[in-house]
C-alpha cells in the first residue's frame, strides 16, 4: 500500500528558534562569480537573493523557435536585485482575476499570494535564486527548483517567492537552496507541426527547463548549493513538466535531479506533434509566411510585435489547447502512460499528490451550457472521452451520479450545487485528469522506487471551489504544513522528520476506486 497523506486542515507550525538569530553582520550586496560575470544581489540578514540570471542565451532573432543555447560566457557586474521579465503568453488576466463569482475568493488569495509580473519580455531565460544569508560556496547544501504552472500558457518565476521557503528551511534547522525559472511559452515554446518537427525543435519550454537544470549543475554550487541534491518541484503544468523532464532520455536524470515533488500533475496521454499542424497553418497565415520556402525562418525573421499581432488573430478557443507539450518521440519519446508502464522513468524518489476538489474551477467554464443527463452524455462522448462508446458513457455517469450530494466539492452535501450538473461534471474532472493518473503512476511504480503521495483537504471551505486546484500551493507558500513536508523530502527524500508533522507510512486510497479504474482505462483510451 502506498505512502499516503491526507491534509485535513492548516497546521499550527510550532515556533522554532531561527538558525539566523546571531547570524553576522551582513553584507548588503552579495557577490558570485561565475564564468566571468559577477551578479550582485540582495540580503536582509537572513537570505540572499539574486534575480534575473541568465541561463540561455536570449531566444530572439534567429534562436527565436530554436533550441536554447547555453551562455558560454558571462561579462562585466550584473545587477541581480530586480526580478527579470516573464515570457511571452496568452493574457489569461480576465478569466483568472475576477472580483465577482465563484472564483472571487480563491482568485482573491492566489493574487495577493502570487502577484503577476509587471512585464515580460522575449529574452525571458532567466532564474532566480534565493540562499541563506551566511551561506557560501561550497556550503553543499541540498537545492529544490521550482517549475511554475500556467497551463504551459501563462505564468513567470518572479510571481513566486523563494525567501519564504528557504527561511522555513533555516527555522526547521534544515537549510537548503530555492531557485526557480522562466522557460517559454504559449506559442514560443510548444508550437508544433511537422515543420516544428523536421526542425527538431518541438517542446521548446520543456528544452528551456532542461538547460536551466543543467546551468544549475554547473554553477549551483558558487552559491553553495549541491549539484548531486536537486529535486525539481512544481504544481499544475509545473508537474507536469517534471513529469516529461522523468520520461525525457527514457528516464535517465543526466544527474541533473534526484528528487520529484508533484503538485496536481501526473502521467496524462499526450497529443501527437501533428495533431496541432492547423495551428501550425493558421499562424504562418496570420504572419504572411505562407509564400515562404521556409515558414519557421519567416517566423524568426518577423518583429517580435508581428508575431505577437498574428497569434492575436488566431481563434481564442484553440490557442491554450495547441499550444501544449506534445509527443515528438524525441524530447518525449513515446506516450507517457505507455513509458511508465514500461518502466522508461527515472527511477528517483518522488511525492505526487492532489488537491480533494481538482475539477471545480474546469467545471466552472463550462456547467452553465451541461445541465441535463443528455448534455453530460454527449459532453463526456464529445469531449471528455472523444470517441467513447455509448455503454462506456453510461457506466461512467452511474459510477459518477447526479446527486449532488456525491459531487465535488466533495463532503459539502447540498451546498455549492450552483448548477444542476456541476458537481457531477468536477467530480468527473477531478478524477479524470488528477485522480486517476495519479493512481496509475503511484500503482506502477510505488514498489520500484521510494513514492509519497498526498490527498490535499485545505481551505475546502471555499464557497463552490472547495479544496480547488491550486489551493495547495497557498498552503506550501504559506508557509504552512506542507511548506515543511517539502522541505524534509528536499533535505532527505523522505516528507518526514523531527518537524512536529508526521505524514503516514500506510494509509487506504481507495476513494472511489471503480469510478477512477474506468477513468485510468478510458483516458487513456480515449484521450481529450
Same mark, same amino acid.
Given at each position: 500500500m502506498l505512502p499516503f497523506r491526507v491534509l485535513t486542515r492548516p497546521a499550527t507550525l510550532a515556533t522554532l528558534i531561527s538558525l539566523v538569530v546571531c547570524a553576522p553582520v551582513h553584507d548588503p550586496a552579495p557577490t558570485v562569480s561565475i564564468a566571468g560575470g559577477s551578479f550582485v544581489g540582495s540580503n536582509d540578514g537572513i537570505t540572499k537573493s539574486f534575480f534575473g540570471i541568465p541561463y540561455a542565451q536570449p531566444p530572439t532573432g534567429n534562436l527565436r523557435f530554436n533550441l536554447p543555447q547555453p551562455v558560454e560566457q558571462y561579462s562585466g557586474v550584473y545587477n541581480a536585485t530586480v526580478p527579470a521579465a516573464g515570457c511571452p503568453g496568452l493574457d489569461l488576466a480576465a478569466a483568472t482575476s475576477s472580483t465577482t463569482g465563484p472564483m472571487a475568493e480563491l482568485n482573491e488569495l492566489l493574487n495577493s499570494a502570487f502577484s503577476p509580473p509587471n512585464v515580460t519580455d522575449e529574452n525571458c531565460l532567466t532564474l532566480n535564486i534565493w540562499t541563506p544569508a551566511h551561506v557560501l560556496s561550497g556550503a553543499d547544501l541540498p537545492v529544490a527548483v521550482y517549475i511554475h504552472g500556467g497551463g504551459f500558457v501563462s505564468g513567470a518565476s518572479a510571481s513566486y517567492d523563494g525567501e519564504i521557503i528557504v527561511k522555513r528551511a533555516l527555522e526547521l534547522g534544515q537549510p537548503l537552496i530555492y531557485a526557480n525559472l522562466n522557460y517559454r511559452l504559449s506559442a514560443y515554446g510548444f508550437l508544433a507541426g511537422q515543420e516544428v518537427k523536421d526542425a527538431g525543435v518541438t517542446n521548446l519550454g520543456l528544452r528551456d527547463q532542461r538547460q536551466a537544470l543543467s546551468w544549475l549543475n554547473q554553477h549551483i554550487r558558487a552559491f553553495g548549493g549541491d549539484p548531486s541534491k536537486v529535486t525539481i518541484w512544481g504544481e499544475s503544468s509545473g508537474a507536469l513538466s517534471i513529469m516529461y523532464q522523468m520520461l525525457h532520455n527514457n528516464g535517465s536524470?543526466?544527474?541533473?535531479?534526484?528528487?520529484?515533488?508533484m503538485e496536481s500533475g501526473s502521467a496524462l496521454p499526450l497529443n501527437n506533434y501533428t495533431e496541432p499542424q492547423s495551428v501550425y497553418d493558421s499562424l504562418v497565415s496570420s504572419a504572411n509566411c505562407t509564400d515562404s520556402s521556409n515558414t519557421l525562418e519567416c517566423l524568426r525573421e518577423l518583429p517580435f510585435e508581428a508575431v505577437q499581432t498574428a497569434l492575436s488573430a488566431l481563434s481564442p478557443e484553440s490557442l491554450a489547447s495547441a499550444f501544449q507539450p506534445v509527443m515528438d518521440f524525441d524530447f518525449i519519446p513515446d506516450d507517457p502512460p505507455l513509458m511508465v508502464s514500461q518502466g522508461r522513468i527515472a527511477n528517483i524518489a518522488f511525492v505526487n499528490g492532489d488537491t480533494d476538489d481538482e475539477g471545480?474551477?474546469?467545471?466552472?467554464d463550462f456547467s452553465s451550457s451541461v445541465s441535463t443527463d443528455a448534455e453530460v452524455a454527449t459532453w463526456l462522448s464529445t469531449s471528455a472521452l472523444p470517441g467513447a462508446s455509448q455503454e462506456d458513457v453510461e457506466q461512467v455517469m452511474s459510477l459518477y451520479p447526479a446527486n449532488v450530494t456525491e459531487g465535488s466539492p466533495f463532503d459539502t452535501g447540498t451546498a455549492n450545487a450552483i448548477t444542476p450538473q456541476y458537481k457531477r461534471l468536477a467530480a468527473i474532472e477531478t478524477d479524470l485528469l488528477f485522480q486517476?493518473?495519479?493512481r496509475f503512476l503511484l500503482g506502477e511504480r510505488w514498489d520500484k522506487q521510494p513514492t509519497w503521495s498526498f490527498l490535499s483537504k485545505l481551505f475546502k471551505s471555499l464557497p463552490d471551489i472547495g479544496s480547488g486546484h491550486q489551493t495547495d500551493l497557498l498552503n506550501?507558500?504559506? !508557509?504552512?504544513? %506542507?511548506? =515543511?513536508y517539502l522541505?524534509?523530502?528536499?533535505?532527505?527524500?523522505?516528507?518526514?522528520?523531527?518537524?512536529?508533522?508526521?505524514? !503516514?507510512?500506510? %494509509?487506504? =486510497?481507495t476513494f472511489r476506486k471503480e469510478g477512477t479504474d474506468l477513468l485510468t482505462r478510458l483516458g487513456q483510451e480515449f484521450p481529450e
Open positions: 536524470t543526466a544527474g541533473l535531479f534526484r528528487g520529484a515533488f471545480t474551477e474546469i467545471a466552472l486517476a493518473p495519479r506550501i507558500y504559506g !508557509p504552512g504544513v %506542507m511548506t =515543511d522541505v524534509n523530502f528536499v533535505t532527505n527524500l523522505n516528507p518526514n522528520n523531527a518537524t512536529g508533522v508526521f505524514w !503516514p507510512s500506510i %494509509m487506504e =486510497d
